[in-house]
């Protein structure tokens, strides 16, 4: 994990040409579970890969499988190059995931807990000395990610009091925290305004061009043709790995392909 700082994008990468970067960094297979029926799909290193889909037609399921929330019941799964068997979240974070989760209020943040403690949370071993946090450094840590991020409110109030799309960032932060090499983020403009929004998919490209694997889903066509190089599409459960540049579609393809074969 936390390899990505090594990586040097290629010079193209808003506009990249998938084979020109390696093997793929991350390889679903056949992926089962109680609510996926079959995913495929590859996603690389420097990459920011839109998946598109219907409520309910499996792109948060996914995210949850790869982070070690979903029991998986068949397939394969390879990170980095090598076989991977999610299990649990610290093994997902042990392995350079990282998760944005669609519901922040719910499961994204301890609403009582202040923003530096909650942006810091999954790394404070780093802060470690000891035996005891440093919570000063944690702070200062916090601080810097948070400044570069135009994020506005106080950093030892609770989290709660700040605007969706301050808490958002937030939770971003957390994510550049962990050094993660494949990052996950499900519907990350959720909420927010329109300056938190150009502000986090700013974030988004800066994560791609260092060399991170970016998932992104989105239930918006529009943000996923703006943020995303390439995009796929779940059906009921299913992605048949069939990857289109984003730059070649328009809103009315990703919804008559999300339609096209749903369920009635």
């Not at 029991?71 to 979240?89: D, W």
């Not at 938190?196 to 239930?219: N, T």
Request: hydrophobic content about 40%.
């Amino acid at each position: 994990m936390g390899d990505a700082n090594a990586y040097q994008a290629p010079s193209n990468s808003r506009g990249l040409i998938r084979g020109a970067l390696g093997k793929p960094w991350l390889s679903v297979s056949n992926l089962h579970t109680d609510r996926l029926k079959g995913v495929n799909l590859e996603a690389y290193r420097g990459e920011i890969l839109g998946v598109y889909g219907l409520a309910g037609a499996g792109r948060t399921r996914l995210c949850q499988t790869l982070f070690g929330l979903e029991t998986v019941t068949g397939g394969e799964i390879r990170v980095g190059h090598r076989e991977y068997h999610p299990s649990s979240p610290v093994k997902a974070i042990s392995r350079g995931i990282a998760y944005l989760t669609e519901e922040r209020k719910k499961d994204g943040f301890i609403p009582q807990m202040s923003s530096y403690a909650n942006a810091t949370l999954p790394v404070l071993k780093k802060f470690r000395s000891g035996g005891f946090v440093s919570h000063g450094a944690a702070r200062q840590a916090a601080s810097e990610l948070l400044g570069k991020m135009n994020t506005r409110g106080s950093l030892d109030g609770p989290i709660k009091a700040l605007s969706g799309g301050n808490q958002q960032k937030v939770l971003l932060a957390r994510v550049i925290a962990q050094n993660a090499d494949l990052v996950l983020l499900d519907e990350p403009t959720k909420g927010v305004d329109i300056g938190a929004k150009a502000d986090i998919y700013r974030i988004i490209h800066q994560l791609a061009d260092k060399g991170c694997c970016v998932i992104v889903v989105s239930s918006e066509e529009e943000e996923l043709l703006d943020v995303a190089d390439n995009i796929t599409v779940f059906r009921h459960g299913k992605c048949d790995g069939v990857i289109v540049p984003a730059k070649e579609l328009k809103p009315a393809d990703l919804r008559k392909a999300a339609w096209e074969h749903a369920e009635p």
